[in-house]
C-alpha cells in the first residue's frame, strides 16, 4: 500500500509506501497551496484541493499524470475532501462558503450542495455509505 499526501509550504503532492520507503514527488507543477487529499485506488484516481489564487479541486491518475480541475467556480477554501466510492461522488467542504458540496467523480458534473447554513464552518468532511460527517470549528 501506498500514502498520499500534500505539501502546501512547496506545492507538491507525494507518495511512499506505508512504511516511508520509495517517497517520491508525483505533482510538482501547477499547484497552488494543496490542503487537503482523497483517493481512489480502484479507479488509479487522486483527488485535492487547493486554497491559493484561483482555488480548485483537482483530480490527476495516482502516478500524477492527465491533471486536470474538476471545480473552480464558486469557491473560495475547498477544505475537506472524501469519495463516496459506491456513488461515485466527491465531495467537498469550504471554509468560507460554509457549503459542502458533491460532483460525479469521473466528470467533474452534476455539481450539488449537500449541506448550506450560516450557522456552520465546516472544516472536514467524510462520507460512509448513506451517512455525512463534517467537522465544524
Not at 460554509?98 to 458534473?109: A, H, V
Not at 450557522?119 to 448513506?130: E, K, L
Amino acid at each position: 500500500g501506498n500514502i498520499y499526501w500534500t505539501d502546501h509550504g512547496f506545492n507538491l503532492i507525494e507518495v511512499a509506501r506505508l512504511n516511508g520507503s520509495f517517497r517520491y514527488v508525483i505533482i510538482s507543477q501547477g499547484l497552488d497551496q494543496p490542503r487537503s487529499i482523497a483517493v481512489h485506488p480502484e479507479k488509479g484516481y487522486l483527488f485535492w484541493t487547493e486554497w491559493g489564487q484561483t482555488p480548485c479541486i483537482g483530480k490527476a491518475h495516482l502516478d500524477g499524470s492527465e491533471k486536470v480541475v474538476l471545480v473552480s467556480l464558486g469557491i473560495v477554501w475547498p477544505n475537506g475532501i472524501s469519495i463516496d466510492y459506491e456513488e461515485n461522488k466527491l465531495y467537498w467542504c469550504d471554509a468560507r462558503t460554509d457549503k459542502i458540496e458533491r460532483i460525479d467523480l469521473e466528470s467533474g458534473g452534476n455539481r450539488e450542495i449537500v449541506l448550506s447554513g450560516s450557522n456552520v464552518d465546516v472544516f472536514s468532511v467524510a462520507v460512509f455509505g448513506a451517512y455525512i460527517y463534517w467537522s465544524d470549528r
